[in-house]
């Protein structure tokens, strides 16, 4: 990293304990401090030489000190506590020009915008309360992101990967592993954050496949899978009447039995399912 002061930065755990800097649970705070692990995920993004690397929640810093250690060329790091602001400026004056932050809300934020005509990587370990709501806003912006390593909740990380059949699979497996080809990494237990959670956590990885949906499709998909899972345990049948006309012939299509329910079909059947309804209700020149 690039050091525009003589001083080197003190350890961070140690200026956290001078500054009297806590986490704060309403926000989803849950600090991860221990430099192997925050090595392990940032090299989990692959080569980040030349790169631009978006971090939501970056807090004390440790992921956002790791990111330009690995050789970021930018880090554009989201933050909406303004204590971590004020805390993660001298590591801004330290990174030498490479580290941009921005306080404000991550879900307000367009990832594209710090694109500058080059895919962008994300990295990050997600605050809880609003991670899925995050991962669904970056689906919509695929075409400027070519990777994201995301810590989530185990729980939220088995959905992302979860197979027909399973308990897990749902709305958010159907569309992440449409989207993107889908990794979870390793795990880590409560004990390795500060506070520790309840819960252990995951790190996933996400690689947006080259034959991305149209927009067009890809919100229909998001409509057919908001339908099925709704009600998952209704038959098709049922759980897709709020499409509107008549659920069966978009099913027989599909070569769907009606009396199936919506954790019994794979992923391809979806995307065929919401071709055939984006088709179905698209006005004809």
């Not at 995301?150 to 939220?156: A, D, I, R, Y």
């Not at 067009?216 to 009447?241: E, I, N, W, Y």
């Not at 954790?263 to 088709?279: K, M, N, P, Q, S």
Request: charged share 25%; hydrophobic share 45%.
């Amino acid at each position: 990293m690039t050091d525009d002061s003589s001083a080197p930065l003190p350890k961070l755990g140690e200026q956290l304990r001078q500054r009297g800097l806590w986490a704060d649970k309403r926000l989803g705070q849950h600090f991860l401090l221990d430099p192997g692990i925050l090595r392990r995920i940032a090299a989990a993004a692959g080569a980040l030489e030349g790169m631009t690397v978006l971090e939501v929640g970056p807090g004390p810093g440790g992921l956002t000190r790791a990111l330009l250690e690995a050789g970021a060329a930018r880090v554009v790091a989201v933050e909406r506590d303004p204590r971590f602001v004020r805390h993660l400026r001298e590591l801004e004056e330290h990174a030498g020009g490479r580290l941009t932050l921005v306080e404000g809300d991550a879900l307000a934020f367009d990832p594209c915008s710090v694109a500058d005509g080059a895919p962008i990587r994300i990295v990050a370990n997600l605050p809880y309360n609003v991670a899925t709501p995050l991962v669904f806003l970056w689906f919509e912006h695929l075409a400027c992101i070519e990777r994201m390593v995301l810590m989530f909740q185990k729980e939220v990380a088995l959905r992302l990967v979860a197979a027909p059949g399973s308990a897990d699979y749902g709305r958010l497996a159907v569309m992440a592993q449409l989207l993107c080809r889908v990794e979870r990494l390793f795990d880590l237990p409560p004990a390795a954050f500060t506070p520790p959670p309840k819960v252990s956590s995951s790190v996933v990885r996400l690689t947006p496949r080259p034959d991305q949906p149209s927009p067009a499709l890809r919100k229909a998909l998001g409509t057919v899978t908001r339908m099925a899972f709704g009600q998952r345990r209704k038959m098709l049948r049922a759980s897709l009447k709020a499409l509107g006309g008549d659920p069966s012939r978009l099913l027989e299509a599909a070569g769907v039995e009606p009396t199936r329910r919506a954790e019994e079909l794979d992923v391809a059947t979806f995307r065929r399912l919401a071709e055939l309804h984006l088709a179905a209700t698209t006005p004809r020149a």
